[in-house]
């Protein structure tokens, strides 16, 4: 049954890897968020603008995500959806359109994470690829707005 899997986790848990895993194994589609607002934005304009493009982001890939379905194809939503508030814009935005979805909270061991995620901003800082990079600060910053997943329809994949 082709799907949306909606991959919720803090930065450098693995929603990347394992989006490009599922992606090799079955016929998906893999819609970022951070890829487009990379696009539409010159840098980051402070958390309430980046919520709010994440929102019109969400709504706009729920539609195309709508379409790809009927045409049995999957979609991966590769973003965090950070907050419950997030993940209930992105849930209600597919039922509305009839879509079926796996939410999956993509998690793995700090120790990992950070390893990770300081390869990551190595990696990032030698190319002209055009990425976040997230320093310590930033990480520590970024983390604090991340709510874990409580009561929520959602499995848990580990990444360590």
Same mark, same amino acid.
């Given at each position: 049954?082709?799907?949306?899997?909606?991959?919720?986790?803090?930065?450098?848990?693995?929603?990347?890897?394992?989006? *490009? #895993?599922?992606?090799? $194994?079955?016929?998906?589609?893999?819609?970022? #968020?951070?890829?487009?607002?990379?696009?539409?934005? *010159?840098?980051? $304009?402070?958390?309430?603008? #980046? @919520?709010?493009?994440?929102?019109? /982001?969400?709504? &706009? =890939?729920?539609?195309?995500?709508?379409?790809?379905?009927?045409?049995?194809?999957?979609?991966?939503?590769? &973003?965090?959806?950070?907050?419950?508030? +997030?993940?209930?814009?992105?849930?209600? %935005?597919?039922?509305? =359109?009839?879509?079926?979805?796996?939410?999956?909270?993509?998690?793995?061991?700090?120790?990992?994470? /950070?390893?990770?995620? +300081?390869?990551?901003?190595?990696?990032?800082?030698?190319?002209?690829?055009?990425? =976040?990079?997230?320093?310590?600060?930033?990480?520590?910053?970024?983390?604090?707005?991340? $709510?874990?997943?409580?009561? +929520?329809?959602? %499995?848990? @994949? &580990?990444?360590?």
């Amino acid at each position: 049954m082709n799907q949306v899997y909606i991959l919720v986790g803090k930065i450098a848990s693995g929603k990347t890897t394992w989006a *490009d #895993h599922k992606a090799k $194994e079955e016929k998906c589609v893999l819609l970022s #968020h951070d890829d487009l607002m990379l696009v539409l934005a *010159d840098d980051c $304009e402070g958390r309430a603008a #980046h @919520v709010d493009r994440a929102k019109r /982001i969400s709504k &706009y =890939y729920a539609k195309l995500s709508a379409s790809l379905v009927d045409q049995e194809i999957s979609v991966i939503l590769d &973003y965090g959806f950070w907050t419950k508030e +997030e993940r209930g814009l992105i849930t209600a %935005e597919l039922t509305k =359109y009839n879509v079926p979805y796996t939410m999956l909270y993509i998690t793995c061991s700090e120790e990992n994470r /950070i390893q990770r995620l +300081e390869k990551r901003n190595q990696d990032l800082l030698r190319s002209d690829q055009r990425e =976040y990079v997230i320093p310590t600060v930033l990480r520590e910053r970024l983390d604090a707005f991340f $709510e874990e997943p409580c009561n +929520e329809n959602i %499995e848990v @994949v &580990y990444m360590d």
